[in-house]
């Protein structure tokens, strides 16, 4: 994978990974409206694909707010977070979440930062998110919180370059979700249609356990264990599809793509 | 009724019942979307009808996001959930949350499975669910609580066979409503009218009293008791007709159906 | 003001107290809507208008759910809740909270009744809603809440005849709300505008206080005081015209009239 | 500035500080139609824009509902709050609250007055707002909270002439928002897209801050610190132009301006 300079002005473009199915390109674009549609982000938050034949590139929106993207939107990335096609098409400032993910984690297929509101309270205090039913079964495995101040001192709280994107990527380990300290969270997953998935019933989740907590007041709370999780995860895969689907059709109403 | 060889790769489908109004089956398809619309279901959850005529039998849509469904999607099954006119669509995985209630409960004439958010709490702590207001009077007669994890140990929480729906029916007992841990509620009726109905005020009644408790903090809560609600009750399967109309109406200016 | 014989099966309807304006029937019409519009009411509730020249009677829809009522379901009622001109239009079981109200209060000239669902928890436990802010100014002067439990023993909870009224307009005295236990809760007004405007804010301050309660968590609160709320709520007659200007322009975009 | 005399019948009004470009009057106008939208106004609550050309005048829309508000709604004030173009047009009581900070403010160039329901309660109570997230870092300097009995005793809590416009402002100081005790809130900025953007985060913050607040039942909030906020507020003020871009896209779908 090319590395291009950074520093230089006239630096080169990074070659594309070869041309992407338009069915695809419009499912993810659909992706970010979808995302919109479903309060998991508002004027800001975005969704990526990796290259669906090659691994070292992904693809996003150009700087746009999720619900007006288009597929002629969509720009392809290497893993540097450099545009291949930009063509004078402004970049997300936090396109670094989205290349060190998927350089750290080769069986990820797509990535959604969101600042989705319920879920930012786990991030500020000292009380873990967890699975509350089973369409957020994932959560089962653990949520880590990043804190970008611990390796950065004080920012801007933006993961605005490469450092930045690693060191998130190493908080999130192995998990499928890390939240962000006063800033909003990062789902992924195997598939599109399964980080999106994920991305929207993590906010759903985070809505039920704060009623949870508030009703239990200190009483057990019997959420899904790892093992629940697991097997309701495996299932989520599958079945998501169907909220796929239906989400799906709803922006196809809208759009002719 | 005939029981259909489950393992069998060429088992013959279950007969039907007989011809059911078209009238009746474009209710049935209606209500799946009146879930949708007011919040009860999402891309999952399910409404099922009993036969107006066999009641041996039950109609139910093909696995589809609640929103989209039309009555060329109903499917007629017996009570072991075979499916007697699949013609090639799929099935919804807990159609046996449907098929053992009928069994169990012969006045039942019809059920609706979700995932209701403000509901799901009550399934997760120890703290029961009451009535808060006339609309909600079933809920005064008490909402038992399964928990799939007693009988079957680490599941993916799905009820995808027989055996769980008899496991679940039998903890609803002659109740209307059961709530299911870390997944989410059954509500059910003597009409689809009075079973949409009750999921509808399920999920209002849950948010009103997670209010409720936090306002009471403790302090006593004046709820319905079962007396009033066993009169509420009986009133609300009339005057709840109020609400079908509006709902029926809403569906109708957006479909033929 | 005659009473009918409510026995008879063949009692006369009372005498129509003239013509109103065609414009005020329409308005009480969209009142309807406005509250739907607004979340005060769902498939129940209703709002009412003393007849403009007639103060012995009143409007109000036949039983309908209110996003759907159109200025030709307004009938006319005596004080005892008897239909004037019905021509075999239902009428609501709970009218008689309307005639009540308006043989004990001559100065009341509307009121809406609903089930506005963030203040049924005020009418379940004992903490006193209070005014958070200045457009629901009115509640500074107090909210009584009436239990028909105390009267009436267990019912349906439905104030459905004219003892029932009594004993509510009793317990809401000389203010201008009263909320049912397990119920729901009346708002009334010198005018259309007022009450529809008082059911609103009375819904949007319930919401505030719960989040101040919550917050607040046993610090005082700054409510408005009596004076305060007094000075505030002689504005809110005129400037909440505002509020309705919006709403029934948007009613009007709907309808024609 | 000429200062009109406020008691004279048949004071002249105030000469106009000149033309403004049709597309910035029709970017106020969309201004209030884009806070109706976010939910930060609802009947009530107005925006308004200093003269681009002429420091001591601003405009402002005419007494009317936001949602409703088109550019020939928008009236010219110098800045003891006299309409220099009335023609008739009715002025909002409260718009003293807008001339006094842009007299006591130069680097102002916007201020959005609203009821915005999640952020009343951090008025009525002792618990100071903070920035829960990235977007709403210009709350990490901290939030007054002006209570106008404290000068005025008991008044309708309205800032309805310039010295209660001037005890405001003098609350408020060199911050960017203000809480009004019982009310509502102010937010101010550079450009007419920051305040509008501050006026929609700040209930959202509001929102998340709730949450947090409940979740963490006394435990550490990690907000923002002050350098963080600085930093963050200054990247907002260019990327919260995405969030403008989207809600003006939307309203252009809607008029023609």
Do not use: Q
């Given at each position: 994978m090319s590395k291009p300079k950074r520093q230089s002005g006239v630096e080169s473009a990074p070659k594309s990974g070869g041309k992407v199915p338009a069915e695809r390109v419009a499912d993810l674009a659909a992706a970010s409206r979808i995302l919109a549609a479903q309060g998991v982000v508002d004027g800001f938050g975005h969704v990526s694909m990796r290259h669906p034949s090659a691994p070292d590139r992904y693809l996003m929106a150009r700087s746009l707010?999720?619900?007006?993207?288009?597929?002629?939107?969509?720009?392809?990335?290497?893993?540097?977070?450099?545009?291949?096609?930009?063509?004078?098409?402004?970049?997300?400032?936090?396109?670094?979440?989205?290349?060190?993910?998927?350089?750290?984690?080769?069986?990820?297929?797509?990535?959604?930062?969101?600042?989705?509101?319920?879920?930012?309270?786990?991030?500020?205090?000292?009380?873990?998110?967890?699975?509350?039913f089973h369409n957020a079964a994932f959560i089962a495995a653990g949520v880590p919180v990043f804190d970008i101040r611990e390796k950065f001192g004080a920012t801007d709280l933006l993961v605005s370059d490469g450092a930045k994107g690693v060191a998130l990527a190493e908080i999130m380990g192995k998990q499928n979700i890390v939240l962000m300290r006063a800033h909003g969270s990062v789902a992924c997953g195997p598939t599109l249609e399964a980080a999106v998935f994920r991305a929207v019933y993590t906010e759903v989740n985070a809505r039920i356990q704060h009623w949870t907590n508030a009703l239990g007041d200190g009483r057990p709370v019997a959420a899904l264990d790892p093992e629940e999780g697991r097997l309701a995860d495996a299932l989520n895969l599958g079945a998501g599809m169907r909220a796929w689907h239906l989400w799906r059709t709803i922006v196809r109403k809208q759009v002719k793509w």
């Open positions: 707010a999720p619900a007006l993207v288009t597929p002629r939107d969509i720009i392809e990335y290497d893993l540097e977070s450099s545009p291949c096609n930009a063509a004078g098409r402004g970049s997300f400032l936090e396109r670094f979440i989205h290349g060190e993910i998927y350089k750290a984690r080769p069986e990820v297929m797509a990535v959604v930062h969101s600042h989705s509101p319920s879920v930012i309270p786990f991030g500020l205090v000292d009380v873990p998110m967890r699975a509350m």
